[in-house]
């Protein structure tokens, strides 16, 4: 009975580990330790900024802070222009949270997190750039083929700078 159920398993786990491993597969995943990264910067949103638009921000919620990291192979893109396979640029949505008097705001919850990471055969259609995101600490992607292609189509515009916006200052 227990070599049937290895068995079994094993019938099970081959095909989802060729699935997993085919180069084929798009999915990007979840950018583990990212804060530990390059903070490039950070950028401030308003409470009806559409980055709401999944869920209104709604009090304690004042607005939004969103920070950007890059890896290593992002950094070195960000300094020369060229993008190798690997870099890796993310960025995490935070709620804010303002005092009564509006003097004062501090991080609330994470709203989400960005990614775009540079693959050249995997994501040929895309300037070579796969795209993803994670809602609150889900490490699920959430984006479809069409929320895909609506970020590649957002970047298109900086595509003499590798379809990467952010402009790295040493600080």
């Not at 304690?60 to 993008?83: D, V």
């Not at 870099?87 to 997190?113: C, F, K, M, Q, Y």
């Not at 993803?132 to 490490?139: I, L, P, Q, V, Y």
């Amino acid at each position: 009975m227990r070599k049937i159920c290895l068995l079994l398993l094993a019938l099970c786990w081959i095909p989802s580990f060729f699935a997993f491993a085919d180069s084929t597969d798009s999915r990007v995943p979840f950018p583990e330790g990212y804060r530990k990264w390059t903070f490039l910067h950070a950028t401030v949103f308003g409470p009806k900024n559409g980055l709401f638009s999944k869920r209104p921000c709604e009090k304690p919620c004042t607005g939004g802070i969103m920070y950007f990291y890059a890896n290593e192979k992002a950094m070195e893109g960000l300094r020369t222009g060229t993008f190798a396979d690997g870099a890796i640029i993310a960025d995490e949505l935070l709620e804010t949270h303002g005092s009564a008097d509006g003097n004062v705001a501090a991080e609330g919850p994470r709203r989400g997190v960005g990614v775009m990471v540079k693959d050249r055969k995997r994501y040929e259609t895309t300037g070579g750039w796969g795209f993803a995101s994670f809602d609150g600490d889900s490490k699920i992607d959430t984006l479809n083929a069409e929320g895909k292609n609506t970020c590649f189509q957002c970047h298109v515009p900086q595509k003499d700078h590798d379809y990467v916006f952010t402009v790295y200052r040493e600080r």
